[in-house]
């Protein structure tokens, strides 16, 4: 995959690789709007092209996004069980 520190996608700028997986690679990111820092994976075109290695990724992304939501608008630890 090429470098992408320094570019701007779809309204984030990429500001430095975290690290690479299996599924891809995790920036940090920021995001213009918000003016908030993310994360954000980049799929592998390979990834990209299987419908179903797309739908568990979308699924991991929903799983992830309802456990780090807070309900003020900001991000949160995963709840623990007592």
Known sequence: MP???GRDIGGYT???LLGR???GEV?????VKLGRDVAI???PADIAASPERVARFEREA????VRTRDPAGGETDPPTSS
Do not use: P
């Not at 920036?27 to 995001?31: H, V």
């Open 41 to 43: 994976k980049i799929l």
């Open 62 to 65: 929903r799983l992830l996004a």
């Open 3 to 5: 470098e992408l520190q």
């Open 14 to 16: 990429v500001v430095s």
């Open 27 to 31: 920036y940090r990111a920021r995001d």
């Open 21 to 23: 997986g299996g599924m």
